[in-house]
């Protein structure tokens, strides 16, 4: 079974900066293409940003909104998944998703609250 | 970028009822196109990809169709635990763009 278990939200003020972890199981995690996607309250999904893996240079692709201040890395030793996020704005304030797949995002973690207020 | 729109927006339908969601994108996706159910205070899950491929474990009830710019997500009979928002999803190339949604629930 996939298991996908994001942590590290919390509050944060304007401006500051954050990581998030999500540690997988259950799948061949360094094979594994990952995504972030985060909805803010009451509102829809939104797709933060790709990391391909080892063998494919682990390339990333970011959502417009976050390009230059979020970055997903991965350590593929432990199994997980990051995303540093800078400059954070109240427009950052979401539940962020660890999601695998190239495209198609068929494991979805819980999630990880991340409020963004002064 | 391609831009996708859903339409409507909501919907309100009876147990056992057809619904139909429609979904497009601002340019030609062929047939990448993914569609996923998020139940209220739950997880999105995936139940078709590739524009028409069902997931496995998801019910026949639901199937997918079209290619190009315009989609379609039909429950054949709409049960109680389908009230859901619905999301569409293109991903030909990146960024991987979500659709606003389209909400379900009962009359």
């Known amino acids: 079974e996939v298991q996908l278990v994001e942590s590290g939200g919390g509050l944060v003020k304007p401006g500051g900066s954050l990581r998030l972890s999500c540690v997988a199981s259950g799948l061949p995690f360094t094979n594994a293409w990952m995504n972030w996607v985060r909805q803010a309250p009451g509102k829809g999904l939104e797709w933060v940003g790709r990391i391909k893996s080892k063998s494919d240079f682990e390339t990333t692709d970011y959502a417009a909104p976050v390009k230059g201040r979020f970055v997903i890395s991965r350590d593929d030793s432990k199994n997980t998944l990051y995303l540093q996020m800078s400059s954070l704005t109240t427009g950052d304030t979401a539940v962020y998703y660890c999601a695998t797949g190239g495209g198609i995002i068929p494991y979805w973690g819980q999630g990880t609250l991340v409020t963004v207020s002064s | ?107």
């Not at chain 2, 391609?2 to 919907?11: K, V, Y």
């Not at chain 2, 998801?58 to 109680?80: E, H, M, Y």
Request: overall charge positive; charged content about 15%; proline content about 7%.
């Open chain 2, 1 to 107: 970028d391609i831009h996708m729109t859903q339409s409507p927006s909501s919907l309100s339908a009876s147990v056992g009822d057809r619904v139909t969601i429609t979904c497009r994108a601002s340019q030609g996706i062929n047939n990448y196109l993914a569609w996923y159910q998020q139940r209220p205070g739950k997880v999105p899950q995936l139940l078709i990809y590739d524009a028409s491929t069902l997931q496995s474990g998801v019910p026949s009830r639901f199937s997918g169709s079209g290619s190009g710019t315009d989609f379609t997500l039909t429950i054949s009979s709409l049960r109680p635990e389908d009230v859901a928002i619905y999301y569409c999803q293109k991903y030909n190339n990146v960024p991987f763009t979500f659709g606003p949604g389209t909400k379900v629930d009962f009359k």
